[in-house]
C-alpha cells in the first residue's frame, strides 16, 4: 500500500465528510414517490432512534412508524421504484 502525507490524508478526510454530508441532504428530501406528503408533527428523539432512521435512508428505504401502545416501532419499507 503507497503512503500518503498528513496533508493529504486531511484532504482526504474533509473531502470524504463533505461528501457524506451531501449524501445525508439528499437522503433527507422527501422521496418523489410521495410528493403530497404532509408533516404531522416533529419530535426530538435519541440517538438509537436517529440510527434507525439513518440506516433506513441509507437503504433507500422509507421509514414507517406504528404506535403500539407506550412504544413507537419503526419499520424500514422499500421506497417505490
Known sequence: MTK???????WYRR???RLAEILKNQRRSWPKEW???????R???GDRA????ETARRL????VVVN?????????M???K
Open 4 to 10: 500518503i502525507s498528513q496533508r493529504q490524508a486531511r
Open 15 to 17: 473531502e470524504a465528510n
Open 35 to 41: 410528493p403530497s406528503s404532509t408533516v404531522l408533527g
Open 43 to 45: 419530535l426530538d428523539v
Open 50 to 53: 436517529l440510527a434507525i432512521v
Open 60 to 63: 433507500n428505504h422509507a421509514v
Open 68 to 76: 403500539d401502545g407506550r412504544t413507537l416501532i419503526m419499520f424500514g
Open 78 to 80: 422499500e421506497a417505490g
